[in-house]
């Protein structure tokens, strides 16, 4: 059962990533998926990481916020992109 706070910060740890402010930018700006392609889905997720998530979303538990907000800062790109054309 997870105990902490719900924060990006804090998502970035049970993930097992850096979880510093830079590193958050970073892995946003790095990793910016297509509108076609689910949180759940990228590819750059190891098993662990993609059930955590998904077990999150499921639960539409406080953390489901933290992996809504992650979802949409990687679409970011994308839903400009859309939103452009």
Do not use: K
Not at 40 to 63: C, K, M, V
Request: no cysteine; hydrophobic share 45%; glycine share 4%.
């Amino acid at each position: 059962m997870i105990t902490t706070e719900p924060r990006m910060t804090n998502l970035f740890l049970q993930l097992g990533l850096d979880a510093s402010e830079e590193a958050i930018a970073a892995f946003i700006r790095d990793h910016q998926l297509s509108n076609e392609i689910r949180l759940i889905e990228a590819p750059y997720w190891n098993d662990g990481q993609r059930q955590f998530l998904t077990e999150q979303l499921r639960s539409d538990a406080e953390w489901a916020i933290v992996v809504d907000e992650l979802s949409e800062a990687l679409h970011a790109d994308a839903t400009v992109q859309a939103n452009a054309g």
